[in-house]
């Protein structure tokens, strides 16, 4: 039947589902012409767009041929058994089970005796018929559960024509896990007394009634496709807190409503609404885990009309999506929630979306990602059965909340969850924040479906208006008023949306009666809602969780993505293949014959190395009674037999694997030729192998290399500053040859090959180290870049999602993962992964802040202990006791009694007191815990106090709209909350930092960009000393001097822009100020981040100035800190200048042991090989420096002015 009232889910809608007990249907669709054949319960209805025809529904699409469909699927609900059931009278209970959905009966079970100490056999089964064809009947069974009422019967009494029943108890079963691909569920579910029931009298000590219940199918509701494709979407609305303080519990009550829309089918959007929000005051806390109740319970009550084992999600305010979720905001927000009223739902709506309707929610929040929820109250119906009023000028308080469901097309994301803040709801602002996708809300729809709903007597459809109400209706331009909508006694209900309008009132109506017909809505003034104004007056705020069962987007998983890295890039194997076969046999036993040799001969010099040292002739018979004695050794001491063993193994491989015999020999003429052929075969071997490997005189040892990797890096990015790339390359490159398996090996290269713009040997270098280590996360980062850079964005996002995969809680690799989604123009996934960044370095700043404090507590104990371990000094006598002026002081004197404050321990009580006086002047600045050092500021002065001064409101400050704050009285009982700690540098910088290094510039820039858009009050010194160090990299001078300008007005006690300014200068020949800006650098108490190019070039523009004393100073602090052959080299050229050629010549030769291919290194020693008369190496040295092409024609005259001069050194003379 078509049942004329609202329908739970306000949907109206065909019936597609029917019920049956056993064989008795309930309704035939093709016999009964009455108008109620065709419905099961409210809510089924007729869905616009189709209709019905001699009992049989038809499409208005009459030409297209209507596809085959699958049969109704019937779903059984089986009643097993019931335990600990109690009656009124007796102890014996007749009981029915009464078996519901919706609102309609589906059936009553025969009556079974139970008893209250032993199980009752009912296996009973109720059937429910459903359809595949409609997302409609798939969401009902998603939304209702199927109710069980326990009814006492009790026996008939004289003169009693029917007999008496009482009402025990009741239980839903949830239908839900039907939806998910299961046939059979089984269910334990507790009976819930209800009111006057005798079950409420079961002590509490005692088990619960239970009773067993099964619900399957035959074959699963959905097939794989509308598994794969479909989902289930859970709207819970949980409370809005910090409502109007008109809102009180006294003088007329009113209902709260919420509504939003929601896509069930592709075709439309459909509207939820909440009606049964209730005004609860502060005194009536909250369950720490609250339980969600069901949006259309049906006949449920009391604790029935719960969700089993389905509770609100609770998670830190950190971890909430929505409004009020910052520092600033938790104070209010916990006053809020312990000390004002609330409305309260607590409903969950679950709504089943097929494909089509998931591809309309997608678009839907890609082209306007704030989502209106609207919240209004309507007033309860009044006693009287006189004419009810016009619901239409009965909403107040009408305001709109905006869900930004963004996250939601994040990947791998299911679930929102936050409060979001409330507005005064006005058309203009629904336009305005839906970017115009909107005109009009859902205020007056939802207000019908609430008012007929809340205000009716029973269940009873409301009278129907009749034809001349309608054609009135439309005269009056109501578009709403044709809707058919439905509803029953539940919690959330869904309205078909057709022409929805809003309304705040009777305002809106005058304000749009008084518009022109030719005037745009918007180009008129914007009403006023001065209702809705209070929930923004008083920071009114709405929990809400949307879930999803399976993500819109989803998220590789970090196996798929370790497999496509390895499809790119195949990892190399550690170590070489090894060779099996013949071949390899043959090697393995020259090794092992090589090996034995070795050991037999350091047996030979231990026993023989005194007559080989004394040089006796030897003789053949010497040289036999050694072999004898030799062997003797050998057998006595075992190692004949272990140097056996040794070999042993070698040879079985020979047999095996080049003669092929791995069977025993059944002749034994045959094993003895094979035996012979063999011995010969490796004593020649053995001959070939001592060839090789045996000479008649050592060979030295191979020296080890001065230098480590550490150390050629060092050389390599000093020989980058001082622009000689040739040498730079070089460095990199031997480090690679001394470890071609170290990756970081290969990405220091591959950095060097992007800094000079070769992105294909660049990318190549990468791709070496990832190959050597497929979770090197700097390579995968790099890697990516460079992708980027040449166009290749699929393989470049798959690189930066590894890394996120390699390392979760890396900062860099999430911020890395925005900037690329940036610059391919994905705002919603450069969005998650800078949520995600900032999420990781707020985590971080309060771990290394709880460090400081630990260290600060571990401190103060030790402090203490060590106060303890200090002998007590002596009391005074009593004379000096009497006068507190002539105590003895520690330094001789006279004082006042007490301990010095330095030892004086606060006490808890004046801790507090201390810090609540802190609390309400809230003049001391909190400095960062996180403060890098050496690093620059980010704020200065009072734009660092100004900022954590507001981050961080005080208690008795008066907010914005006069919200109630606590006195000062009650900060005695408040506990004390510790400060929140801010994040020294952003996300932003740090990647810069990082980026800078690895001289990535275009995603440098994009980096830079990001962090001049934050709300810090403008660029910071850091930015522009980044900013300089960029222009610097791209050999911008200009613009790079114009950043540190304004770096340096920012902070001009800065080192970094002081040592970057000087750079500047260096670079573009000003070597005066160059001169004077590193020496400033170097005044500074704190260094620069980088001092080492510092040193070199100011100490070079000594040498220039011919200042050889200061430039020797400075070149020995460089080789004090990161000694190299160039700070060397200055060092023996300051000394040969000051004349101290001794000094001159260690420095040199300190340079030479780095680096001997240094040309100007050789030239030098020349000279001083020249001044001090050694002709031999004079002419060595001068040789080596023409054979290294030694560039510099001054120094190469002064070496022949001086070879001319002293008459040698050059062997042309």
């Not at 469909?69 to 019931?82: G, K, L, Y």
């Not at 034995?596 to 040289?623: H, M, P």
């Amino acid at each position: 039947m078509i049942n004329k009232s609202m329908c739970s889910s306000g949907v109206v809608k065909e019936n597609k589902l029917v019920y049956k007990v056993k064989a008795t249907h309930f309704a035939d669709e093709t016999a009964d012409t009455d108008k109620n054949r065709y419905g099961i319960g409210a809510g089924i209805g007729v869905r616009p767009g189709s209709f019905r025809v001699d009992g049989f529904r038809k499409s208005f699409m009459a030409d297209v041929e209507a596809p085959s469909v699958r049969p109704p699927e019937a779903i059984t609900i089986a009643i097993h058994r019931v335990r600990g059931l109690k009656g009124q009278k007796g102890d014996v209970v007749n009981t029915t089970i009464r078996v519901e959905f919706g609102e309609k009966t589906i059936g009553e079970s025969p009556k079974v005796d139970c008893t209250l100490d032993s199980s009752a056999e009912f296996n009973y089964n109720a059937t429910l018929n459903c359809t595949y064809d409609d997302p409609i009947a798939l969401d009902e069974i998603a939304n209702r559960p199927v109710v069980l009422t326990f009814i006492e019967v009790l026996p008939k009494e004289k003169r009693q024509k029917e007999e008496k029943t009482i009402l025990l108890g009741q239980c839903t079963v949830d239908l839900l896990p039907l939806l998910k691909g299961e046939t059979t569920q089984k269910y334990t579910l507790v009976i819930n007394s209800l009111p006057g029931s005798p079950l409420e009298q079961i002590p509490p000590d005692f088990s619960r009634p239970e009773v067993d219940v099964t619900i399957s199918v035959n074959d699963a509701l959905l097939d794989e496709s509308q598994l794969n494709d479909g989902n289930l979407f859970a709207i819970t609305m949980e409370s809005l807190y910090s409502p109007p303080d008109s809102w009180t519990q006294t003088g007329q009550q009113y209902h709260f409503v919420a509504t939003l829309p929601i896509p069930v089918s592709g075709e439309k959007e459909f509207t939820l609404v909440y009606p049964s929000g209730q005004l609860k005051p502060p005194i009536d806390k909250e369950l720490p885990n609250k339980q969600k109740k069901w949006a259309i319970p049906g006949s449920a009550q009391g604790p029935s009309q719960y969700i089993n084992d389905s509770f609100i999600s609770t998670s830190p305010i950190e971890d909430e999506d929505g409004d009020f979720k910052e520092k600033e905001d938790r104070e209010h927000r916990s006053y809020a929630e312990s000390e004002k009223n609330r409305v309260c739902w607590n409903t969950e709506r679950r709504c089943y979306l097929e494909a089509s309707a998931i591809k309309n929610f997608q678009d839907s929040v890609a082209k306007c990602r704030l989502w209106p929820v609207e919240i209004f109250r309507i007033p309860q119906a009044s006693a009287g059965k006189g004419k009810k009023e016009d619901h239409d000028a009965s909403i107040s308080f009408h305001g709109v909340a905006f869900v930004d469901l963004a996250p939601l097309l994040y990947p791998g994301v299911s679930k929102i969850h936050g409060a979001y803040k409330v507005y005064a709801y006005t058309d203009h602002l629904l336009n305005e924040k839906t970017g115009g996708k909107r005109k009009t809300g859902l205020a007056e729809e939802a207000s019908k479906v609430a008012f007929n709903l809340l205000n009716r007597n029973s269940t009873s459809p409301s009278p129907k208006k009749g034809a001349k109400d309608e054609k009135k209706d439309l005269k009056k331009g109501r578009p709403g008023s044709n809707a058919q909508v439905r509803g029953d006694e539940s919690g959330a209900l869904l309205a078909n949306r057709q022409s929805p309008r809003s309304s705040f009132g009777k305002l809106k109506e005058v304000t749009q009666a008084q518009k022109s017909d030719t005037a745009s809505e918007y180009d008129q003034q914007v009403p006023v809602n001065t209702e809705g104004q209070q929930y923004v007056d008083c920071k009114s705020y709405i929990k809400l969780e949307f879930a999803l069962t399976r993500p819109l987007v989803p998220k590789r998983p970090p196996e798929e993505l370790a497999r496509r890295v390895a499809e790119y890039i195949p990892p190399r194997p550690m170590f070489p293949k090894r060779t099996d076969g013949a071949t390899r046999a043959v090697e393995d036993y020259h090794n092992q014959v090589a090996t034995v040799a070795n050991l037999i001969l350091d047996e030979f010099r231990e026993l023989f190395s005194d007559e080989i040292k004394e040089g006796e002739n030897e003789t053949a018979g010497l040289l036999e009674s050694r072999r004898h004695k030799l062997i003797y050794q050998l057998n006595s001491s075992g190692k004949y037999f272990a140097f056996k063993e040794q070999l042993k193994h070698s040879v079985v491989k020979i047999v095996r694997e080049k003669y092929l015999k791995t069977t025993t020999f059944e002749d034994r003429q045959e094993f003895q030729t094979f035996l012979s052929e063999l011995y010969v075969y490796l004593i020649d071997q053995m001959h070939v192998s001592l060839g090789s490997v045996l000479a008649l005189e050592d060979q030295p040892p191979i020296p080890k290399p001065l230098t480590d990797s550490a150390q050629l890096k060092h050389f390599a990015r000093e020989a980058e500053v001082n622009e000689n790339f040739a040498l730079a390359e070089r460095y990199y490159q031997e480090r690679i040859a001394r470890d071609k398996l170290d990756a970081d090996s290969w990405f220091d290269y591959g950095t060097y090959c992007l800094y000079v713009n070769d992105v294909t040997k660049a990318e190549e270098c990468f791709k070496e180290c990832i190959s050597l280590d497929q979770k090197h996360i700097y390579g995968l980062l790099l890697y990516g870049v460079v992708c980027t850079m040449t166009e290749k964005n699929e393989l470049a996002e798959t690189f930066f999602e590894a890394a996120t995969c390699v390392n979760p809680k890396s900062i860099l690799a999430w911020t890395m993962l925005g900037l690329y989604y940036d610059a391919v123009s994905n705002e919603i996934g450069a969005e998650m992964a800078y949520m995600e960044a900032n999420k990781l370095n707020n985590q971080a700043a309060v771990s290394a802040a709880k460090d400081v404090r630990e260290d600060e507590v571990d401190k103060e104990k030790e402090e203490k202990k060590d106060s303890v371990a200090e002998p007590p000094e002596p009391l005074p006598d009593a004379d000096t006791a009497q006068d507190p002026e002539l105590i003895p002081s520690s330094e001789g004197g006279l004082s006042v009694p007490g301990p010095p404050p330095e030892l004086i321990i606060p006490t808890p009580t004046s801790a507090a007191n201390s810090a609540k006086s802190s609390q309400r002047n809230n003049h001391e600045k909190r400095p960062s815990v996180l403060k890098k050092p050496g690093a620059p500021s980010q704020m200065k002065g009072k734009e660092q106090g100004s900022s954590i001064h507001q981050s961080r409101p005080t208690s008795t400050q008066k907010s914005q709209h006069d919200t109630p704050q606590p006195t000062d009285e009650n900060l005695e009982d408040m506990p004390l909350r510790e400060p929140t700690p801010v994040p020294t540098w952003s996300v932003y910088m740090q990647a810069v930092d990082w980026l800078l290094e690895v001289k990535a510039v275009p995603f440098t820039e994009r980096a830079l960009a990001h962090e001049l858009l934050l709300p810090t009050g403008g660029p910071t010194a850091a930015y522009y000393i980044a900013l300089a160090h960029l222009m610097l990299q791209k050999r911008e001078f200009a613009d790079a001097e114009e950043n540190l300008k304004e770096a340096l007005q920012l902070e001009h006690q800065n080192p970094d822009g002081w040592a970057l300014k000087g750079h500047v200068k260096y670079l573009t020949g000003d070597l005066n100020t160059a001169r004077e800006c590193y020496e400033r650098t170097l005044s500074f108490i704190t260094d620069a981040s980088e001092m080492h190019s510092i040193y070199l070039r100011l100490a070079s523009i000594y040498l220039q100035e011919a200042r050889f004393s200061e430039a020797k100073s400075t070149f020995l602090m460089a080789c004090k800190r990161s000694p190299s052959c160039v700070s060397w080299l200055g060092v023996g050229i300051a000394c040969y200048r000051l004349g101290e050629l001794s000094e001159a010549e260690d420095a040199l030769s300190e340079a030479n042991i780095l680096n001997n291919n240094d040309a100007e290194v050789w030239g030098y020693l020349s000279l001083v090989c020249l001044n001090t008369g050694r002709q031999l190496e004079a002419e060595q040295a001068y040789k080596y420096a023409l054979k290294l092409n030694l560039d510099s024609e001054e120094l190469i005259e002064e070496i022949k002015r001086k070879q001319e001069e002293v008459g040698f050194g050059n062997p042309q003379f």
